[in-house]
């Protein structure tokens, strides 16, 4: 299947830094990205739909200006948590959309942010 | 909008033995797509089995097959002859294919399978 990488795979934080996060297609172009959130033992809840060359669209209650996405190209998006918090604190997912494989996403290997 | 429910939490299973995880799911819409994934420990999320709604033949991956009765919306997984590796947790998913959000994953809440030795 198609490869989706994220970078960092781990990262601690002081409160009120910034931090970014990338998530790249390795071998497909992903013209949709998903960034997703997930609390200890719980599901994956999606904070935004990612298009290449366009703005992000935010879920329900997402602050669009703490989680700034950017989706420069076909295999890169970027999430990054502004004047981060302890409660931003969570294991962040993207998966891109690669249309030719019958609209399935594929999901990167994960970030987990600790803000201290 | 897609709800998604699973309403076993955990379950567990006896190594080569046969279980099956359920998964109902309510929609308005008439194509849609249906998924099964894994997430193991290390938290990379791997897709299990896909079924498309206007197919009625079930979909298979050699172990893994599910039982799909699109009336009733409902979508289980059934996982034969369990491996120790097959531990980990399970999302029912669903993805509109048309409209507004669509491609979107609508997940469950999970069902953390172990499979015993």
């Known amino acids: 299947g198609a490869v989706v990488s994220q970078h960092p795979s781990r990262v601690i934080c002081k409160s009120g830094t910034s931090v970014k996060i990338e998530c790249r297609s390795l071998?497909?172009?992903?013209?949709?990205m998903f960034w997703y959130r997930q609390f200890p033992k719980q599901s994956l809840m999606l904070m935004a739909t990612s298009n290449e060359g366009s703005k992000a669209t935010y879920e329900q209650g997402v602050e669009k200006d703490k989680f700034l996405i950017n989706h420069a190209s076909l295999t890169l998006s970027t999430l990054t948590v502004t004047s981060a918090h302890p409660e931003d604190s969570s294991f962040y997912i993207c998966?891109?959309?690669?249309?030719?494989?019958?609209?399935?996403?594929?999901f990167g290997p994960g970030t987990r942010l600790t803000v201290l | 909008a897609q709800t998604v429910t699973q309403s076993q939490p955990e379950m567990s299973v006896q190594e080569a033995e046969t279980v099956t995880l359920s998964c109902t799911y309510d929609t308005s819409e008439n194509n849609y797509y249906l998924f099964w994934y894994k997430q193991p420990p290390s938290r990379q999320m791997i897709l299990v089995i896909r079924q498309e709604a206007y197919k009625q033949q079930n979909a298979t991956e050699n172990r893994f097959s599910v039982n799909f009765q699109k009336a009733a919306k409902s979508f289980s997984l059934k996982i034969s002859d369990s491996q120790l590796g097959d531990t980990a947790m399970y999302f029912c998913a669903f993805m509109k294919s048309s409209g507004a959000g669509s491609y979107q994953l609508t997940f469950g809440k999970g069902t953390k399978l172990s499979v015993i030795p």
């Open positions: 071998d497909f172009q992903a013209t949709t």
């Open positions: 998966s891109g959309l690669a249309a030719l494989s019958y609209n399935e996403q594929f």
